[in-house]
């Protein structure tokens, strides 16, 4: 392990012809621990003699500097100078790494991005795998690679400059104010002119801009925003026509059905009747149109789907981060009628490709999405015939576990567990826990209820900290995959408090390992984790 003790690095004055006094400063990391060997100071200063990077891969918490409060979530990176008043409270175990640094010093660097008051930042994907090949390099140096951590803490710092860079270009933009506006005003009488005034620029530049970046004019964008929420009304109820004029912020039903037709093609009655293309934007949606007898013409698949049918790559949609535009032109070029998926913000862009319906994340059971989407496609029959069969299914799941374990079930965790960090869930996040508590009648163990989970929907601890987790059984649908994982699995199982466990010593402890399975939230994967639940609780 390079560590570089603070002070050891002295500078020396710059000749001419070296390198001048206002290049940019050296950063150097100087300590790289886990954010969970923090957890002890959650009520005490926390000792930091350098200036810090805190890194959040998982969990949420608030970080105090110098009285000043800064909610963390995944993904938050937290940049501020040395101090000694630093105070961490945590809601869920954060999990992440706390970089201390320090730099060569210059005549200018209260210029450059890791100086000056605290900074909150969002990372992308790409930072969060970038942070953990740094966080793996600095716990397990290889000698073969001595500049390993100096090669990675530079491209670290280049790329978090970047970010940085880019989000201070992009915030001062009017552009995302006036878009707001107009998500919340579409269906009243707003005109280019009250816009401009909103961003501050002239008619001209607002039209010029807003064309730009929209490929359309500011009154044909209005246009195209009342005919998909007249869409979407459609397709999630049957309005009437000059109810649903008045909605989108039309006078008349027939002005309405002029302005659909000429956009759409068809009148809404024949809109509401047509077999529609549908693309689905997440693996649970494109199950459900599966269970429903539908092929979506783009849907996201697991693997574990893909094991259960042959699908075209035709029909196949990748959902690459980072690649919007890519990813707007597959769905664009399948020219759908519908398209399919949770409510992300990311859905504005696919407004002038066709109308979103959007379903609330973790506020609906995955029976209420079946429903809703069965009605969309016209499918309730099919949903209801396959919901019956279903709950038979359950019903006899129950009779076996009466006889198996008894009425009496108990209480169940789930847990999930990755490289860096095990996850538990409720009932609205999935992982067979929609079964456990909904359907076969275990109870979630007290203390995670206590933690919290049923406002966020899932809990985060280290691997090791499971056993402090009790329940009267533990069903583990994924192990981690790397070696480190690995390791870290292999203590918790040999710990203690392990060992301890009435779930462990009762052996009601089943590794599944069928993650991928697990991950859905739909009809099709409840069925088969139904099936697996019980096979293993009455084997």
């Known amino acids: 392990m390079i560590i570089i003790e603070k002070?050891?690095?002295?500078?020396?004055?710059?000749?001419?012809?070296?390198m001048p006094h206002h290049s940019h400063p050296f950063y150097m990391p100087v300590k790289i621990s886990s954010l969970t060997s923090l957890s002890h100071y959650a009520t005490d200063n926390i000792p930091a003699t350098n200036s810090c990077i805190m890194f959040v891969w998982e969990g949420k918490g608030q970080l105090e500097i110098d009285g000043e409060l800064h909610s963390l979530e995944s993904g938050s990176i937290m940049?501020?100078?040395?101090?000694?008043?630093l105070k961490l409270e945590n809601e869920q175990q954060l999990q992440g790494m706390w970089i201390e640094y320090t730099s060569m010093p210059n005549h200018r660097q209260e210029h450059y991005f890791l100086n000056g008051s605290p900074a909150l930042h969002h990372a992308s994907t790409q930072l969060i795998a970038l942070s953990g090949e740094l966080y793996s390099a600095w716990i397990e140096p290889d000698d073969r690679k001595p500049f390993k951590v100096q090669q990675l803490f530079t491209q670290f710092i280049v790329d978090l400059h970047h970010e940085l860079a880019a989000k201070k270009e992009t915030s001062g933009s009017w552009i995302e104010n006036?878009?707001?506006?107009?998500?919340?005003?579409?269906?009243?009488?707003?005109?280019?002119?009250?816009?401009?005034?909103?961003?501050?620029?002239?008619?001209?530049?607002?039209?010029?801009?807003?064309?730009?970046?929209m490929g359309q004019t500011f009154s044909a964008y209005i246009t195209l925003l009342r005919i998909r929420r007249a869409q979407q009304r459609i397709l999630t109820s049957s309005p009437n026509l000059t109810t649903l004029a008045h909605e989108v912020g039309y006078e008349e039903g027939t002005y309405l059905s002029r302005k659909f037709k000429q956009l759409v093609g068809l009148s809404p009655t024949a809109y509401q009747n047509k077999n529609k293309k549908?693309?689905?934007?997440?693996?649970?949606?494109?199950?459900?149109?599966?269970?429903?007898?539908?092929?979506?013409?783009?849907?996201?698949?697991?693997?574990?789907?893909?094991?259960?049918e042959q699908v075209p790559a035709s029909k196949q949609l990748t959902m690459n981060e980072g690649n919007s535009s890519l990813l707007f032109d597959s769905i664009a070029l399948a020219k759908p009628d519908i398209i399919i998926s949770y409510n992300i913000p990311e859905n504005k862009m696919l407004t002038p490709v066709a109308p979103v319906i959007e379903l609330p994340f973790m506020q609906m059971s995955w029976r209420e999405q079946f429903g809703l989407i069965a009605d969309v496609v016209n499918r309730r029959q099919r949903a209801e015939e396959w919901l019956g069969h279903y709950d038979g299914l359950c019903h006899t799941a129950n009779k076996k576990l009466n006889h198996s374990i008894g009425s009496e079930r108990g209480t169940a965790i789930v847990w999930e567990l990755s490289s860096r960090a095990a996850y538990c869930f409720s009932s609205s996040y999935g992982r067979g826990c929609q079964i456990l508590y909904g359907d076969l009648g275990f109870k979630p163990p007290s203390i995670i209820m206590e933690n919290g989970i049923m406002d966020s929907g899932y809990l985060v601890s280290s691997i090791e900290e499971i056993g402090t987790y009790p329940a009267d059984y533990i069903i583990i649908t994924s192990i981690p995959s790397s070696s480190e994982g690995r390791k870290r699995l292999s203590r918790l199982l040999r710990s203690r408090d392990w060992k301890q466990l009435d779930a462990v010593r009762n052996n009601r402890v089943y590794i599944l390992n069928q993650g991928d399975m697990f991950y859905g939230f739909d009809p099709l994967s409840s069925q088969a984790q139904l099936k697996e639940l019980l096979h293993v609780m009455t084997s």
């Open 7 to 18: 002070g050891a690095i002295s500078t020396m004055p710059i000749q001419s012809g070296g």
């Open 79 to 85: 940049i501020f100078a040395a101090t000694s008043n």
């Open 178 to 213: 006036v878009f707001e506006y107009i998500e919340a005003h579409y269906n009243e009488d707003i005109t280019r002119e009250q816009m401009a005034t909103l961003a501050g620029v002239s008619p001209e530049h607002f039209s010029r801009t807003f064309r730009k970046i």
């Open 278 to 308: 549908i693309v689905a934007l997440n693996y649970n949606h494109t199950a459900i149109l599966r269970v429903l007898e539908i092929m979506p013409q783009l849907g996201v698949y697991s693997d574990w789907h893909r094991s259960l």
